[in-house]
């Protein structure tokens, strides 16, 4: 499937939802970066995120840049996407493999923390602004979800993933579900959502509510691949 990015609403707008497909552009990255495995899926997850977040955005000139530094050994990451679809960035140390954890999945989270996530967005016209979080987990899909609900009191849910085989990229992608003002006071719509997310399965994703108590949960590829 080729690079693309679909938006979708439901509950008469009330939650809102964008996928991206990023195997060519993860790939490109991997290549061009001369990335390991482990610093693939750090900008690859990290890519995804700042495209989802820029995709909210009015102006056609807007961007939205979003930077990690940690004190672990990846030390940091940035990236910089367009409302437009181009997206840039970079790892600190692009040739970093770090054992993979028990479950036998890349260890992003042990790669960069302890540390902190700053938003910059620029929405085309005045002074830029921003926002920084401390790292929950280092796995950029929990921590992005945590900033949306912490500085944008937006309860969200996000999927990053990166797959990767001895010849680089499989595939990869992100989806973000966002609950939106006008459904937000509906209580038993967000428990249902939560619940489908929760009750999903494939690589990780991340619910945060405007509460500010993120909880792990997992969802799957094949629901919007």
Not at 32 to 40: F, N
Not at 84 to 107: C, H, I, K, M
Not at 110 to 134: C, H, K, M, W
Not at 167 to 187: F, H, N, R, T
Request: aromatic share 6%; charged share 20%; net charge negative.
């Amino acid at each position: 499937m080729a690079d693309q990015l679909i938006r979708a609403v439901a509950a008469d707008g009330g939650i809102r939802v964008v996928g991206v497909v990023t195997t060519d552009l993860t790939q490109e990255a991997r290549d061009r970066h001369r990335l390991s495995y482990l610093a693939t899926v750090a900008l690859g997850r990290a890519m995804a995120a700042g495209l989802l977040l820029a995709s909210s955005m009015k102006q056609p000139q807007s961007r939205v840049n979003l930077r990690i530094k940690g004190a672990g050994p990846l030390k940091g990451l940035m990236v910089d996407a367009g409302l437009n679809g181009t997206v840039r960035g970079y790892v600190d140390n692009p040739t970093l493999e770090l054992p993979l954890s028990e479950a036998g999945q890349f260890n992003v989270g042990a790669s960069l923390r302890p540390g902190y996530l700053s938003i910059f967005r620029d929405i085309g016209y005045g002074q830029p602004y921003n926002s920084t979080v401390e790292l929950l987990s280092g796995e950029v899909g929990e921590d992005v979800a945590y900033y949306l609900a912490s500085s944008e009191q937006t309860p969200s849910a996000m999927v990053l993933g990166v797959f990767t085989h001895d010849a680089g990229v499989e595939s990869a992608g992100g989806l973000l579900v966002q609950v939106l003002p006008k459904a937000a006071e509906d209580e038993s719509l967000v428990a249902l959502l939560e619940s489908r997310i929760s009750g999903l399965k494939g690589f990780p994703s991340y619910y945060a509510t405007a509460e500010l108590s993120p909880k792990s949960c997992r969802t799957c590829w094949e629901i919007w691949v």
